[in-house]
Nanobody, 116 residues
Framework: QVQLVESGGGLVQSGASLRLSCAVSGMPFSLYVMGWYRQAPGKKRELVAS???????NYADSVKERFTISRDNAKNTVTLQMNTLKPEDTAVYYCNSATPSPPLTWGQGTQVTVSS
């Protein structure tokens, strides 16, 4: 059974940093492209960062130069380092696979709230 468990969210002030982690089990993690997504209230879920199986990364324009995605294939984890957070980064953050890997069951996500 595939399981994705996100952690590391919280309430921070504008300009602060947070590090999100996602523990993945029940699937061949090293073979999957992985991504971090977020969903703000009233908005669609969006992909903010992805990482290929061998580490090539891609970012949404809104988070470039501020967020860094990484993965540890030995530990089946994917991490999102978020720096210089802005109020518009407030959302529930989820990890999941990314194109072209097939989608996985969504986890519960982790709430990130950035106050101005």
């Amino acid at each position: 059974q595939v399981q994705l468990v996100e952690s590391g969210g919280g309430l921070v002030q504008s300009g602060a940093s947070l590090r999100l982690s996602c523990a993945v089990s029940g699937m061949p993690f090293s073979l999957y492209v992985m991504g971090w997504y977020r969903q703000a209230p009233g908005k669609k879920r969006e992909l903010v960062a992805s990482i290929m199986t061998r580490g090539i990364t891609n970012y949404a324009d809104s988070v470039k130069e501020r967020f860094t995605i990484s993965r540890d294939n030995a530990k089946n984890t994917v991490t999102l380092q978020m720096n210089t957070l802005k109020p518009e980064d407030t959302a529930v953050y989820y990890c999941n696979s990314a194109t072209p890997s097939p989608p996985l069951t969504w986890g519960q996500g982790t709430q990130v709230t950035v106050s101005s």
